[in-house]
């Protein structure tokens, strides 16, 4: 048994009593166990004496659901939910369906990031797969806790719309705010072009079966019969495409939507070397605590990075300086060196990719994530059904077009958090993730709500179809294809992300002006 090691006294006394094994004892002395008050200098006498008084030091306990569960509650948004019970109150008074859709509108916001928040936490305590199939499935709740809601009231265009807008919203507001943000810390952003593309490809056959239905009602000899026929087959087939599109994100190809691997795929070279423009021999290097180090004619100038990004040819670092020669460092590719650069970066990703991996979060525990679930889902539902009663007196009211508040007001419910985190992930440089919740929430409408709500509303004798009109076509049509034009080349930058809101602006516009009856 080996003695216990010496520590003074006045040393560890001076550190002052604690009910627990505080922050400054565990980094003064890790393997001591926490004393207070008068049993202070018995241990540390013990300890001198050479007695070992000393218990396994385990590191810092985890959060308790109770303190997780407090720290989602406990954010100035949940106030919202105030209003939520304000509006069920004016319905029950008899106020005006205006306030009643209004304090509903906003009591709804919080309550839909809490049921995110369930759903994430949940997911992280199943395996990658199921926990990826759970967000989803579950990714967009409140859209079809609202379809639901619509369904049960027999406004069947205003889950159409709504469900249109929710693409819409996704593919050109929050996709183009992110960009925008994204594009405001840094000239250009570079991302996984694979996997925009695939979602768009979704995206298209999405829109295919969305044209067949509205094309075909269109002929003189169709009946709504036939339509609907046709919609009610296309959403068969549309979800079992829904599914190939689960396993293949989730099973087969997981590293295409994945930030940390773009541009890794193809590269597992720990050392990449080049001449820069100034003449020096420049070489980032994989160290053995799984960082990279940066090296000028053979000498370290910064070990372990903890920023590199590409602007261009020029690559921008920090780190720690070994040496005086500072920690911020800046670097550039000669002409038709462009790939250098690219698996510089690919190499910084893949130990960031691996450093990160092993970093877990403070999460609920799978029966408080379900508890947290279960009454989130109960007051999304009870604030819906009020929200969609009131639609009628808010149109009648105040005038507001009924189109557009599926398609641009409802959709900003189940949107509102899903927007703030797009843009701070974009900002953030980590563009792939953006693209998942903007373009991949769209892909998730398009292929699986829209035919979830379809075959739900054939199961209560609804007849529901997926057949549009002109306008809302055209516009769904002009809106993939434009975002198609941006993410093809896997690049974006501020103007792309301005562009695509403006559009969205365009849309909003149309229907203010679009009568009711279309």
Known sequence: MHPAPLYHANTYASIGPDNGLGLRQRRAFPELRAVRGDKLMTATKEITMGVDTRVPFEGPAQPSNARILQGLLMTPLNLLVLAGLAGIYAAYRGFTGAAVFCLCFLGLVPVAKLLGDATDHLAENLNETIGGLLNATFGNAVEMILT??????????????????????????????????????????????????????????????????????????????????????????????????????????????????????????????????????????????????????????????????????????????????????????????????????????????????????????????????????????????????????????????????????????GNACEHISAVRMAYHNKVATAIAIAIGSSTQIALFVMPFSVILASLFNKPLDLALSPPSLAVLFMSVLVVFSIVMDGKSNWLEGFMLTLSYCLVAVLYWCMPNGD
């Open 148 to 413: 639901i809601s619509l369904i049960a009231a027999g406004e069947l265009r205003m889950v159409k719309q709504s469900l249109l807008g929710s693409i819409l919203s996704n593919l050109l507001l929050v996709l183009g705010m992110a960009f925008f943000a994204g594009g405001m810390s840094r000239p250009e952003q570079v991302f996984s072009d694979k996997a925009a593309l695939i979602n768009v490809t979704m995206l298209l056959v999405g829109l295919m079966a969305f044209c067949l239905p509205s094309v075909f009602s269109l002929s003189a000899s169709a009946s709504e019969q036939d339509t609907l026929t046709i919609s009610r087959t296309c959403a068969i087939f549309v979800a079992i495409g829904y599914v190939a599109y689960l396993v293949f994100q989730l099973y087969t190809h997981t590293e295409f939507f994945d930030d940390a691997m773009v541009g890794v795929e193809n590269f597992n070279e720990d050392v990449v070397e080049f001449i820069d423009t100034e003449g020096d021999m420049i070489r980032f290097q994989a160290n053995e605590s799984g960082k990279v180090n940066f090296l000028m004619n053979g000498r370290l100038k910064v070990c372990d990075l903890t920023k590199l990004e590409l602007s261009g040819r020029t690559l921008i670092l920090d780190g720690v300086s070994s040496g005086d020669w500072g920690s911020h460092r800046v670097t550039t590719v000669p002409v038709g060196q462009e790939g250098k650069a690219r698996h510089v970066l690919a190499l910084w990703r893949r130990c960031q990719g691996n450093e990160d991996g092993g970093k877990k979060n403070a999460v609920l525990s799978i029966p408080w994530a379900l508890a947290l679930l279960l009454v989130s889902t109960v007051v999304v539902a009870v604030l819906s059904e009020y929200m969609v009663d009131s639609i009628n007196e808010l149109v009648s009211g105040l005038g507001v077009p009924k189109a557009f508040v599926g398609v641009v007001l409802l959709p900003i419910v």
